[in-house]
């Protein structure tokens, strides 16, 4: 992103976002065991259940546009890349000069790049963030419900960016989420992406609006969680500084300013003012001219400010993501006036 501006504000927990994730549909091609869409959906199961209302191509660049001034945009689903329409629309974000992210399982993106929609799609890609849960082929393939075939070209997929950004500036990063049983695969997720220069993004399975605590307090995990402490201190790329991993591999997040980031489902809705929030408001980003009219209208329906915590009118949640660190990170500094370049190194650390 090519600037951070953090601006104090007058004492809301209201803020225009630093960057928005769009579900740009719920059809997914894996089925993983861990995931979810914060709700306690599993996204194949949505789609088949006929959640499937996904924006048109316009209703798509209409949404960027209005949520211009977020800066950033988090392509993700389900699974992104199954939108014909995905070049398309990173034309229009890339011509809005936005910072472009995506979550993707990595399962044809090898395949997409030989295509000529797609010819553009590395250089206006900042940031690609991939699943990958074992290094172990039958075991990735148990954990997707795919065949080993698709597990393979996972591993495949990602061997090829890490070559293509010996050409290409864009920041390559495998996202493992740890559970009871994938502990010690992550040890080997964690040499590989060491080896290879890879950015490693680790994070703890979280249960609904809850970090797995039994996880967090399994001593193997701890074992490993100082594994991956001592290799960011010794300067391996990783998502985030020793601090904030330490912080969210330990479900440490204290303060949680969900309007740092706006969730966007496919039907162009945001969840206001979070999406792990069963009660969250839902409110139709297409009626507005832009993010702060979106948030004008929302904050009337539910103020987000105090939001987070487990007191009455509290979120009672003890979410343990990586947007949550984001948000506490950025948060505190506009709340506390904490401009200092320490600030801006971590909130550029988590983009």
């Known amino acids: 992103m090519s600037k951070i501006v953090i601006k104090k504000n007058d004492g809301s927990h209201d803020f225009i976002p630093i960057f928005y994730i769009w579900t740009m549909t719920n059809q997914c091609n ?25 924006l048109s191509t316009e209703q798509g660049k209409a949404l960027i546009k209005i949520m211009k001034e977020s800066s950033a945009i988090y392509f993700c689903g389900g699974e992104p890349t199954l939108r014909q329409d995905l070049p398309e629309l990173l034309d229009y974000s890339t011509k809005l000069n936005m910072f472009n992210m995506i979550n993707t399982n990595g399962s044809v993106i090898g395949d997409l790049l030989t295509k000529p929609a797609y010819q553009k799609f590395l250089y206006q890609m900042d940031v690609i963030i991939i699943s990958l849960d074992s ?97 960011a201190e010794m300067g391996y790329p990783m998502i985030a500084s020793t601090k904030l ?77 990586m947007q949550n660190m984001v948000t506490q990170v950025y948060g505190t500094a506009v709340v506390e006036g904490i401009f200092g370049s320490g600030v801006f190194k971590e909130v550029k650390s988590l983009l």
């Open 30 to 54: 894996f089925n993983c065991s861990y995931c979810s869409n914060h709700r306690g959906g599993k996204y194949p199961d949505l789609y088949k259940q006929g959640k499937d209302r996904d």
């Open 135 to 231: 290094l172990r082929v039958p075991q990735l393939a148990e954990m997707y419900e795919v065949s080993e075939r698709v597990s393979k070209k996972v591993l495949r997929n990602i061997l090829t960016l890490r070559i293509l950004q010996e050409f290409v500036p864009f920041k390559l990063v495998a996202n493992t989420v740890i559970t009871r049983e994938t502990i010690e695969d992550t040890y080997d997720i964690l040499d590989w992406c060491n080896d290879l220069g890879i950015c490693f993004s680790p994070v703890s399975a979280n249960i609904g609006h809850e970090a797995d605590f039994e996880l967090i307090n399994d001593p193997q995990y701890k074992k490993l969680v100082a594994k991956i402490l001592e290799r």
């Open 245 to 321: 991993l330490k912080d969210l591999l330990e479900a440490n997040v204290k303060n949680c300013y969900p309007t740092v980031f706006d969730h966007v489902d496919n039907t162009g809705e945001l969840f206001w003012p979070c999406k792990a929030y069963k009660e969250a408001k839902m409110i139709d980003v297409l009626k507005y001219k832009n993010v702060k009219d979106v948030h004008a209208a929302a904050s009337m329906l539910l103020d987000p400010t105090n939001f987070h915590g487990d007191g009455p009118n509290q979120c009672q949640g003890h979410c343990s993501w």
